[in-house]
C-alpha cells in the first residue's frame, strides 16, 4: 500500500531527536526552531518526559472513559494551577481540531443557537465545524460549508459591530485565535479583544480562544490571551499540551453544565496521554520556561532586528513571526539545507514563523541568529 500522499515533503528521514536537536538517517544534525509545526514544547525526548511515559507504560497505557482515571485529575489540577484558570473544567481529546470542534458544539448546546462568527486569517483545523471557521477555502469541502460561519475582517471593531447587529440573537459562538499563527503570528488589538469581550457578554454569546498554538506558555505568558483583562468562556489546547504525544483539551468556565454523553472520545484522556500531559506542565513548572519563553524571545528579536530585509518582528515570548521584504520560502529553504536549521512558513508568503522549544539556550539561539544572517547577507 503506497501512502496517501496529501504533505509535500522535505528529503530528510529523522530518527533520533534530543533537546533542541535532530539526527537525520545519515547522522546529520538539524537544529529545530519549528517544533514540527509548534508541538515540541519542553524539547524533544526530554528526560522527564521519557521517564514519565516510560514508567506509565509499564503500568497501564490506555482504558476508555468508562473508569476512574487519577491521571486525569491529576493532569487537570496541575493545568488549572499553572495557567491561573483553577475554577474551569477540563475536557479531553486528542488534537486541535477536536478541541475546537468540541468547543463549538459546546457552546451551541449551551445556548441553543446556531451562527458562528470567526475571522480573516483564521486556522483552527480541519474537522467539520474546525474547518468551516478556518479562512481558507482550499481546504473547505462542499460538504463543510454553511451561511451559519460568518467571517469578520482581523481587528476591524466597527463590522464585529455591525455583524452582531446583524445576526441578534442567532450567534451562538465566536471563535479567536490567543495570536494567529498558520496566518503569520498576528496579534489582536486590545481594542478587538475588550469589543469582543463586551459584545459577547451583552448578547450571550461564547467567546472560544483557541489556544491551539499560541497557549502552553508559547506566548510568555500561560496562555496569550492573559496579556488583556479577559477570561474567555472556553479555551482549547493542543500542540504543546503533550510535546509530541498527541492530546488536546477544552478548557470549559463554570458556567457550562455537564452531563453524561453530552461530549465523548475513545482515546482522549488515555493514561500515556496524561502521563505525557503532566510531564510536560512539571517541566514548564520546575524549569520556569514562562521566564524562558520571554528572555530567550527577546533575546533572539534584538539580535536580529537590524538584519538585511527583515521588515517587522511580530513576537511574543517564544512565538515570533519575521516578516521579510521578500517571499521567505528561499530563505526557508537554505536554512534548512546549507544551515541546517529547521524554521516554519505562514499563509503569509513573506512571514518566517519560528516556534523553538521554551527551554532553549542563548548558545542555540545564537546558532539560529548566526544562520539567519548569513542567509539575508547573501
Ligand atoms: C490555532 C490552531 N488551532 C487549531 C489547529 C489544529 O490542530 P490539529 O492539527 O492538532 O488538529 C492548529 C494547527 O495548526 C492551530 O494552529
Keep these: ?59 497501564i497505557s490506555f482504558y476508555s472513559n468508562s473508569v476512574q482515571n487519577d ?7 496541575k493545568l488549572g494551577e499553572l495557567s491561573g484558570y483553577e475554577n474551569y473544567s477540563l475536557f479531553l481529546c486528542n488534537s486541535g481540531a477536536e478541541a475546537n470542534e468540541n468547543a463549538l458544539k459546546l457552546a451551541s448546546f449551551h445556548n ?17 465545524a474546525a474547518v468551516s471557521v478556518t479562512d481558507n477555502p482550499k481546504i473547505v469541502a462542499p460538504v463543510n460549508f454553511s451561511e451559519r460561519f460568518i467571517k469578520c475582517e482581523w481587528n476591524n471593531v ?14 451562538s459562538s465566536i471563535i479567536i485565535e490567543g495570536i494567529q499563527g ?13 469589543t469582543l469581550k463586551n459584545l459577547c457578554a451583552e448578547n450571550e454569546v461564547v467567546l472560544i480562544m483557541d ?3 499560541s497557549g502552553y506558555v508559547r506566548s510568555g505568558k500561560f496562555f496569550a490571551h492573559q496579556e488583556f483583562d479577559i477570561q474567555p468562556d472556553l479555551i482549547t489546547v493542543a500542540k504543546g499540551m503533550g510535546n509530541g504525544f498527541p ?80 517571499p ?9 539545507m546549507k544551515h541546517h536549521v529547521f524554521t516554519g512558513n505562514s499563509n503569509d508568503a513573506n512571514v518566517l514563523r519560528i516556534l523553538p522549544a521554551l527551554n532553549i539556550t542563548e548558545k542555540e539561539a545564537d546558532i539560529f541568529i548566526g544562520a539567519l544572517n548569513s542567509v539575508l547577507e547573501n
Design 182 to 194: 498558520v496566518g503569520g503570528i498576528v496579534l489582536p488589538t486590545e481594542e478587538m479583544i475588550q
Design 211 to 213: 489556544e491551539v498554538q
Design 112 to 128: 441553543g443557537k446556531q451562527k458562528v462568527i470567526y475571522f480573516s486569517g483564521s486556522f483552527h483545523g480541519r474537522t467539520s
Design 158 to 171: 466597527a463590522q464585529l459591530k455591525q455583524l452582531f447587529a446583524e445576526n441578534q440573537g442567532e450567534i
Design 1 to 59: 500500500m503506497n501512502l496517501f500522499q496529501v504533505y509535500p515533503l522535505f528529503n530528510i528521514n529523522p530518527v533520533k531527536a534530543e533537546g533542541s536537536f535532530l539526527w537525520d538517517d545519515k547522522g546529520q544534525k538539524y537544529l529545530d526552531f519549528y517544533g514540527g509545526h509548534a508541538v515540541i514544547s519542553i524539547g524533544h525526548n526530554h528526560p522527564h518526559y521519557q521517564n514519565k511515559l516510560k514508567s506509565q507504560l509499564e503500568k
Design 328 to 336: 521567505c520560502a528561499e530563505i526557508r529553504s537554505n536554512l534548512l
Design 71 to 77: 491521571l486525569q485529575t491529576e493532569l487537570a489540577k
Design 247 to 326: 492530546m488536546g483539551g477544552v478548557l470549559i468556565s463554570p458556567i457550562f453544565k455537564a452531563s453524561n454523553g453530552l461530549l465523548g472520545t475513545t482515546f482522549g484522556g488515555n493514561h500515556l496521554s496524561c502521563a505525557a500531559g503532566i510531564a510536560v506542565l512539571e517541566v514548564i513548572k520546575n524549569e520556569n520556561l514562562l521566564e524562558n519563553s520571554e528572555k530567550m524571545g527577546a533575546y533572539i528579536e534584538s539580535e536580529i532586528q537590524n538584519f538585511n530585509h527583515i521588515k517587522s518582528i511580530r513576537r511574543r515570548g517564544l512565538m515570533i513571526g519575521i516578516e521579510l521584504d521578500q
